[in-house]
């Protein structure tokens, strides 16, 4: 359960951004769009948030900062050896900032823990690490590492709740890898299940990532092809059946004018690896004849809510954190509604998954779906730096129209639309 997400100095972002997905006092839809933890006296959670900005504001540097988070806490321990650069980028258009390394921190509850997790790295190594854990709601600092640029020394803390060999976790550490991510692959099991919340709980799709291979796996047994197309048909898609042929990759499968150089790099990377290929199965009028349709005959809506489906019921049924960017790209504002009202249903999202998304449809921001405390903004400011802040700020009435509010500007995060004189 993700509880508050934390970015500086990374891509557009400058200054210390926060997402808090915490409710507030707000008393509108709470038993929908609120959960509460098994953490003791803490406070319930919000199982969605969405995010609004003109474009290049900085809504998806925000979801890209998890994004590296999540890759390197799994990969850094890895992939790589001392020495090589860590690929990040800090903000640029300052003297001082594209020095500075870039800090994320993300607090989140796992296995009914509350942990507050962070680290900075530039592009040569980690210059802090810390963890503290919240047991019963006390706070133990487990480890906190810290590069000191003048003396070129790395200072380390471990807690004595921290089990396990330290001193060899800690000399097995390189300087661009975390000690996380070192202290599990040496089977530390203490730190598992923070590592694991990373792992296995963060879900990202990006606007070119619509995981259609995903989906057509999910449709590859009956139980799983019947629950993506209830979901389609759900969005009023009247598609009759779905149907997956399983054939193996042939390099005569490939068009015989295709270069020789592309011909073999696809040989290479597929030759010989299963290849699903989905059909769309319609009714025609007046008769019991299915009728079969490739994907790329079919909407681009519907290609992209199929593609959507599979990683969708899977973040419902493990009660996994969703980010996604542009969750209305080429669907209809109607499609998106429904997948929300999926998130914020509690009698469908029994495991508490979260939803964190930017969009540009105004048509569902209205307070039938949304809470005031869901609703988030991005904008540059004059140093072209992203600010993130929450609708909350401008104390908005509780039957506010905030479809008309946004576009009148009275929240801000719009675009200035100029004038084009040739």
């Not at 321990?77 to 640029?92: C, H, M, N, R, T």
């Not at 047994?221 to 059946?241: E, F, M, P, Q, W």
């Amino acid at each position: 359960m993700l509880i508050e997400f934390s970015v500086t100095n990374f891509r557009s972002i400058r200054s210390t951004q926060t997402l808090s997905l915490v409710a507030t006092s707000f008393s509108e839809l709470q038993e929908q769009n609120c959960f509460m933890t098994p953490e003791k006296g803490a406070p319930s959670l919000l199982r969605s948030a969405v995010i609004y900005g003109p474009n290049a504001s900085g809504k998806s540097n925000l979801l890209k900062s998890l994004d590296f988070v999540e890759n390197f806490v799994t990969e850094s321990s890895k992939e790589g050896q001392e020495g090589e650069a860590i690929d990040v980028k800090p903000f640029l258009f300052n003297s001082i900032s594209r020095t500075e390394p870039s800090e994320f921190e993300v607090l989140f509850l796992q296995e009914g823990i509350r942990y507050q997790y962070g680290f900075a790295v530039n592009n040569t190594r980690v210059t802090h690490e810390w963890l503290i854990a919240y047991p019963e709601g006390r706070s133990q600092r487990w480890f906190e590492r810290e590069y000191n640029t003048a003396n070129k020394n790395e200072n380390w803390y471990f807690g004595s709740k921290l089990k396990g060999n330290k001193t060899l976790l800690q000399k097995a550490t390189r300087s661009n890898a975390l000690f996380l991510s070192t202290a599990v692959q040496l089977n530390n099991e203490q730190l598992k299940p923070v590592y694991n919340w990373f792992h296995q709980k963060l879900r990202t799709i990006h606007v070119s990532n619509f995981y259609h291979l995903y989906s057509a796996s999910m449709c590859k047994t009956d139980a799983g092809r019947k629950r993506v197309l209830a979901l389609l048909n759900a969005a009023d898609l009247s598609i009759a059946d779905l149907k997956v042929e399983i054939k193996k990759f042939n390099s005569t499968d490939m068009p015989s004018d295709m270069p020789e150089p592309l011909k073999e790099y696809i040989c290479r990377t597929l030759d010989g690896k299963e290849q699903l290929d989905v059909k769309f199965l319609h009714t025609m009028a007046g008769s019991n004849e299915l009728i079969p349709l490739e994907g790329f005959e079919e909407s681009v809506g519907t290609r992209r809510l199929f593609d959507i489906a599979g990683p969708w019921l899977d973040v419902i049924d493990n009660g996994y954190i969703l980010f996604i960017d542009e969750l209305n790209n080429s669907m209809h504002p109607m499609m998106v509604r429904f997948l929300i009202n999926m998130i914020n249903d509690p009698q469908i999202n029994k495991n508490n998954a979260q939803l964190i998304f930017s969009t540009h449809d105004t048509s569902i921001l209205d307070n039938e779906l949304f809470r005031r405390d869901q609703i988030w903004f991005t904008e540059k400011d004059a140093s072209n730096a992203t600010k993130l802040y929450p609708l909350s700020d401008f104390t908005p009435r509780k039957d506010e129209a905030l479809e008309k509010g946004y576009l009148n500007g009275r929240y801000g995060a719009i675009p200035y639309i100029g004038e084009v004189r040739f």
